[in-house]
């Protein structure tokens, strides 16, 4: 059974939040929700055209700061109602796939030497993502204190942390177990 994509509900999300054109919308995905959810450029701007002829999103025109012409994304009142609605009704689907635990799981057919490897490559990406998420958790205590969803982010990031913590811990166990076993 094919699933739904919800890449266009993600990003009618992020352009609630800020008008932005592709790549912003990637780099914003990068520094904030990365630890849960990730969008390629090559999901991003097939879908941002798709939004845009359903009249969800419109493109404008916006000067930066420097003074720079560059086309941004806006999320129209359709399209924030149409987030809202399959925010109220969409029931909560969770990835069944973790390519980690599947590799332990079979670890048996593995090359012990490279399941290693894999495990330490996963930990040093497990503490990079915890020292993305201090930065992050600095942000929001700085910059973005009086954001109405600055709470919501907060508990987001509390679970990132509190599950990044949890593999570090478990994938030191796997380490250890097979140690144990040569």
């Known amino acids: 059974m094919k699933r739904e994509s919800k890449t266009q509900y993600a990003l009618l999300g992020i352009l ?5 054109n592709g790549y912003e919308i990637r ?28 009249g969800l999103i419109r493109e404008w025109e916006k000067t930066d700061v420097s003074g720079k012409k560059k086309k941004v994304y806006k999320v129209t009142r359709s399209g924030l109602e149409e987030f809202r609605r399959w925010m109220d009704t969409s029931p909560i689907q969770t990835t069944k796939r973790n390519e980690l635990l ?5 670890g048996r057919h593995m090359n ?10 996963e930990m040093e990406k497990q503490k990079e993502d915890l020292k993305a ?9 700085t910059d973005w204190e009086k954001h ?24 030191q166990k796997v380490k250890g177990k097979m140690k144990e076993k040569r």
């Open 16 to 20: 609630s939040q800020c008008e932005m």
């Open 27 to 54: 780099k914003y995905i990068e520094s904030t929700i990365s630890f849960f959810w990730n969008e390629s450029f090559g999901q991003i701007y097939p879908t941002l055209s798709k939004l845009e002829k359903d």
């Open 102 to 106: 599947f590799k332990v799981f079979f």
């Open 112 to 121: 012990p030497k490279l399941l290693t490897e894999q495990l330490d490559s």
């Open 133 to 141: 998420l201090k930065v992050f958790q600095k942000e929001l205590k």
């Open 148 to 171: 109405p969803d600055n709470e919501y982010w907060n508990l987001t990031l509390e679970y990132a942390e509190k599950l990044s913590m949890l593999n570090l811990e478990w994938i």
